[in-house]
């Protein structure tokens, strides 16, 4: 099934305790659509890029076989550009430089022939865009979206009319707290839900994840990364696989949403082991499959008698 993906396109500075690059491809867009595209030969990617955006980065999308012909480039500037450092932790990190460029009028356009595209990821961009997309697209499967904590405390009210537009919310624990206000995160997901997605997940970082859909709550492992050199994407990253193996499947039954989750958790336990995408261009289906069981081996619980 098709996958229309639409976010940023851009160029990251990113420096932790292990190392750094000074610019590499980045945005939430790019890593989207290339974790999907392990799963789906038809995923169309929506965004916006500069004059600098560079030919071999354009070579790297096209030879997952991701469609382009949304991708706008704009010869009036530069592509959005972000700088940050990590902490020792990981989980924490500075924002040193924020270019916005070109992005800053990104108008997100669907062309006609994907407006029928069954499965929406709306990665992490001011909800009023989100809402735009959602208005160009008809009858999808799933809505699939992304936000984050400059939106909740900006545009609290768009937010929350674009998500009860959509399907399926991503996230993560600190994000869903301050959505709510409420620090349990079960009473803050029911909270979530009543905006309008059926379908939640809650990222929790080093500490796996939480699915909830329907009535059904599931807790997905972490996967014991022991080299990571940079998390940027990870978020993304999972979003892409997630949607992705849905795609594949075209089942929303509530046990393949926990087949999805794995899948988003074993892609993002790949992005990490590299700066940026580069360990996604090497990453081969069967690297993939097998570290799916080794996750799901993690959380295999051996029956017991009573008594």
């Given at each position: 099934m098709s996958v229309l993906v639409v976010g940023s396109v851009a160029y990251d500075g990113i420096e932790t305790p292990f190392g750094q690059v000074d610019r590499i491809l980045g945005g939430s867009a790019t890593y989207i659509s290339l974790t999907s595209s392990f799963f789906s030969d038809d995923v169309k990617l929506v965004g916006v890029v500069g004059s600098d955006f560079a030919d071999e980065d354009i070579r790297l999308l096209e030879s997952r076989n991701i469609d382009l012909d949304g991708l706008?480039?704009?010869?009036?500037?530069?592509t959005f550009f972000w700088k940050g450092k990590y902490h020792f932790d990981l989980n924490t990190r500075d924002t040193l430089d924020t270019q916005l460029n070109v992005f800053e009028h990104f108008d997100p356009v669907i062309p006609d022939s994907w407006r029928n595209s069954k499965y929406i990821a709306l990665g992490n961009i001011e909800p009023g865009l989100q809402s735009k997309v959602?208005?160009?697209?008809?009858?999808?499967?799933l809505i699939v979206m992304d936000t984050m904590n400059f939106w909740i405390e900006k545009t609290l009210d768009q937010l929350k009319e674009t998500i009860s537009k959509i399907d399926m919310l991503v996230i993560n624990d600190s994000e869903a707290r301050e959505l709510t206000g409420t620090h349990n995160l079960f009473k803050a997901a029911g909270e979530i839900k009543d905006l309008g997605p059926g379908h939640l997940v809650i990222k929790k970082g080093e500490h796996g994840a939480l699915?909830?859909?329907?009535?059904?709550?599931?807790?997905?492992?972490?996967?014991?990364?022991?080299?990571?050199?940079?998390?940027?994407?990870?978020?993304?990253?999972?979003?892409?696989?997630?949607?992705?193996?849905?795609?594949?499947t075209d089942d929303l039954e509530p046990q393949n949403m926990r087949r999805a989750v794995i899948f988003g958790s074993v892609m993002a336990s790949f992005c990490v082991e590299k700066f940026g995408p580069d360990r996604l261009k090497s990453v081969s289906e069967d690297d993939i499959y097998s570290r799916y069981k080794e996750f799901r081996d993690l959380s295999l619980i051996p029956d017991v008698q009573a008594g």
């Open positions: 706008q480039v704009d010869e009036s500037g530069k959602l208005e160009q697209v008809h009858r999808p499967e699915l909830f859909t329907g009535d059904e709550v599931f807790s997905a492992p972490a996967y014991p990364v022991i080299d990571i050199f940079d998390p940027t994407g990870a978020g993304d990253t999972f979003m892409g696989g997630l949607l992705g193996w849905l795609s594949y």
